[in-house]
C-alpha cells in the first residue's frame, strides 16, 4: 500500500500531516473518499472522527 501525502495537506513543521484539518476528500487516484461514520465499503475503527465527514484525516 502507496501513502501519499499531499503538499497542500502539510504544514510547516508537520512532516506527516497530523495537523491537517482542511476538506480534501478524494484519494491521490481520484476516487471520492469514505465517510468516517461509514463501516462499508472499509470497516475502520477511526471512530472519534465520526464528525470529520469525508475529509482527509491522519490521525
Known amino acids: 500500500m502507496y501513502r501519499y501525502i499531499f503538499p497542500e ?18 484519494t491521490a ?3 471520492t473518499c469514505q465517510h ?9 475503527n477511526y471512530l472519534h472522527l465520526k464528525d470529520e465527514l469525508n475529509y482527509c484525516r491522519n490521525r
Open 9 to 26: 495537506c502539510l504544514q510547516e513543521g508537520d512532516d506527516t500531516g497530523l495537523q491537517y484539518f482542511g476538506t480534501m476528500s478524494n
Open 29 to 31: 487516484e481520484g476516487f
Open 36 to 44: 468516517w461514520r461509514d463501516q462499508m465499503p472499509h470497516a475502520h
